[in-house]
């Protein structure tokens, strides 16, 4: 396989003035990846800063109602509130060693703008996010949160004002100012080296959830579900178990008001190959290859295409891809949070839904594991807003 | 002897003109094309529109957007590009486009319909020289020049290996950064150009930033033999988009006047 491709999609379909910074970056992460005195460090941020490992949390309420043994994989509770800061460590330690002051970032929800603002902050590098203007009304306390983490929310108004025009602005922001500045991106998504540099730094997740089941079980789960915007909690979820062929992965995408109302965001489910933001993949786009606009109550899936990674594990057939609609994903917020006390993100309820759909498939001793990526707080007032306010 | 290199052989500065096809709508922007060309253009660079042109700043952005607004899809870019051919059998017109547009279309159904329209050469903004492998032979098949890029940012190497399999003209990106009008141009210019031109007989042209009459002498007395210039022209065409007699003659005015740097720089 050529580099930087998985099967025929990913490679590198950006302007010639942004070639330079992306070859800087795959040799510094070459080097980065052997080098003892990195892999402490970030091992040591990881640990001792974001609070790693994250528990692999047995739920015993959610198992008898299910009919299977049933783990949450607790991203939720890394610091910053979910599985971004795994990747934004990574990145702003590789901007360190290569001598950038500056992190660039695009948000939709906010989480992945809140925890770059965070490593930015930790690792004394300014921080400047784009944001849709539409999601910085929408997410109004992520804003605050970043500011107050010393970053600065530059809001986007082109465009549809959302997550994709939040990346094109941070790329063009980024070819601008190659010689200091990094650009943070949030998921597996981009030209190479970003979609293996991403699912590298997200893999911990499934590494640990690998020990973890294994010592609690003696033996690897039946099933595995994380939900796919861009992709990146669920491919470091999959990711070291793509070989073992008994564990059945499967990636929940945003099925919005239906997967025929044409208002969602399942680009793998219903979308086509097509080069967007760098990579080819799938993606929601008309005849002529413009894009589409897409629809999620999740801002964290709303987004018109998905990492390449995932695109070939598609076509392969080694992980699944389904969907579930708002409405699913605003029970299963209640249901988790009833439940197990725990209120997850309206993303990560996206995989609860399909788990709460998918249990009949095990039987009584079948493993499910549902990596819950992050945690709700972000989205009550959204939530609230579809409930009448009171319930 | 191609209509683009026939431009470059008379042996005096080339001006070429940016638009977006179908900015506002189909009949303004043959209009801007006729005045552009009335005005001395030497070569059109045509973009087909998308919806995310992010090697674009804001102003020729928004050209995208009213064109993709109006409804203008590929097959109207070739039908205006026959228009234009039509009123200009001579000039040379670059079609400047984004991959995703040539991908879902078909490599080889896009350069066959662009040769059908009259289309001399083919620009892909986001398509490096890793990733040309498919469209290389396709454009030769059709007998369409690909115009390379090269940014200030590019490696002696890479100004090889990208030079190696291109034609038409050499378009330099003056500066690091997206398409727009800028103060001033970079101070490394000619430093750039006589670099790229070690490497190739091919002509060069200068692009991003170029606006003003002054940036037009400086891409020239850096040794360049052609301008670029897009998003002061697409600025003209969205100022005066309600206004048809007035969008015309600021076109042509603002040719007038940029050509005027040919005249100043010292190699003419």
């Keep these: 396989m050529k580099a930087g491709r998985y099967g025929i999609y990913g490679g590198q379909y950006v302007p010639e003035t942004l070639m330079s910074a992306l070859i800087e970056l795959e040799e510094t992460y070459t080097r980065v990846r052997e080098d003892p005195d990195f892999?402490?460090?970030?091992?040591?941020?990881?640990?001792?800063?974001?609070?790693?490992?994250?528990?692999?949390?047995?739920?015993?309420?959610?198992?008898?109602?299910?009919?299977?043994?049933?783990?949450?994989?607790?991203?939720?509770?890394?610091?910053?509130?979910?599985?971004?800061?795994?990747?934004?460590?990574?990145?702003?330690l590789m901007a360190n060693y290569m001598g950038k002051s500056r992190l660039i970032a695009e948000t939709g929800a906010g989480q992945h703008g809140v925890a770059t603002a965070i490593a930015g902050a930790v690792l004394g590098l300014s921080v400047d996010v784009y944001m849709g203007e539409v999601d910085t009304r929408r997410q109004a306390l992520n804003v605050f949160r970043m500011e107050l983490l010393g970053a600065r929310v530059i809001p986007v108004t082109a465009g549809t004002r959302t997550l994709k025009d939040a990346i094109n602005a941070a790329m063009r922001d980024w070819v601008a100012n190659l010689r200091d500045t990094h650009y943070l991106l949030g998921s597996c998504v981009g030209p190479h080296p970003f979609p293996m540099i991403v699912r590298d730094f997200q893999s911990v997740?499934?590494?640990?959830?690998?020990?973890?089941?294994?010592?609690?079980?003696?033996?690897?789960?039946?099933m595995i579900v994380a939900c796919v915007g861009g992709g990146s909690n669920a491919i470091g979820i999959f990711y070291p178990f793509v070989g073992d062929a008994g564990v059945a992965l499967v990636g929940v995408e945003a099925g919005g008001e239906g997967p025929e109302s044409c208002q969602h965001g399942a680009s793998l489910s219903r979308g086509s190959v097509g080069v967007f933001q760098g990579a080819l993949s799938y993606l929601l786009q008309d005849d002529d290859g413009q894009t589409l606009e897409t629809h999620s109550i999740a801002a964290g899936l709303d987004h018109p295409s998905v990492g390449p990674e995932h695109a070939m594990l598609k076509d392969s057939g080694r992980v699944r891809y389904e969907m579930v609609t708002d409405a699913e994903a605003l029970q299963a917020f209640r249901y988790l949070s009833r439940t197990e006390g725990i209120i997850p993100a309206l993303e990560s309820a996206h995989a609860v839904a399909f788990a709460l759909r998918a249990a009949d498939e095990l039987d009584r001793d079948g493993i499910l594991v549902i990596n819950l990526s992050g945690r709700g707080d972000k989205d009550v007032v959204e939530v609230a807003k579809h409930n009448g306010g009171v319930e | 002897m191609s209509r683009i290199a026939g431009a470059f052989f008379r042996g005096r500065p080339v001006f070429i003109g940016f638009t977006v096809a179908g900015d506002p709508d189909m009949g303004r922007s043959f209009s801007a094309a006729t005045a552009m060309i009335d005005a001395g253009a030497d070569i059109l660079e045509i973009a087909v529109p998308y919806s995310d042109p992010v090697a674009d700043g804001p102003v020729i952005e928004r050209a995208h957007h009213r064109a993709l607004m109006a409804g203008i899809r590929p097959v109207d870019v070739f039908l205006l590009l026959l228009k234009i051919r039509d009123y200009a059998p001579d000039l040379p017109l670059i079609l400047f486009t984004y991959y995703n547009i040539v991908y879902r279309r078909g490599v080889d159904r896009f350069f066959s319909e662009a040769t059908a329209a009259g289309a001399d050469g083919v620009l892909i903004v986001d398509l490096p020289v890793e990733e040309s492998e498919e469209v290389v032979p396709s454009a030769r098949r059709h007998g369409i020049e690909r115009i390379p890029l090269i940014a200030p940012t590019t490696s002696p190497e890479r100004q090889r290996a990208i030079l190696q399999e291109a034609s038409g003209f050499a378009y330099l990106i003056s500066l690091e950064g997206v398409t727009g009008e800028r103060d001033h141009l970079p101070s490394g210019l000619a430093g750039l150009v006589s670099a790229v031109r070690e490497k190739t007989d091919l002509p060069i042209a200068v692009g991003f930033g170029v606006s003003r009459p002054e940036h037009v002498r400086t891409v020239l007395d850096a040794g360049a033999d052609g301008v670029i210039v897009g998003s002061a022209l697409v600025r003209l065409i969205e100022e005066h988009m309600d206004d048809g007699p007035g969008m015309r003659e600021a076109l042509r005015a603002a040719i007038v006047s940029l050509r005027d740097g040919f005249s100043s720089s010292s190699r003419t």
């Excluded at chain 1, 109602?65 to 509770?77: A, F, I, P, S, T």
């Excluded at chain 1, 997740?205 to 039946?222: A, H, K, N």
């Design chain 1, 39 to 92: 892999s402490s460090r970030l091992s040591w941020y990881l640990h001792e800063y974001a609070g790693r490992e994250t528990p692999l949390t047995f739920c015993e309420n959610l198992s008898r109602d299910l009919g299977c043994r049933v783990y949450l994989k607790r991203e939720d509770l890394l610091h910053g509130g979910a599985h971004k800061l795994n990747n934004t460590l990574g990145q702003a």
């Design chain 1, 205 to 222: 997740i499934g590494v640990e959830t690998r020990r973890q089941i294994l010592e609690r079980e003696g033996s690897l789960p039946d």
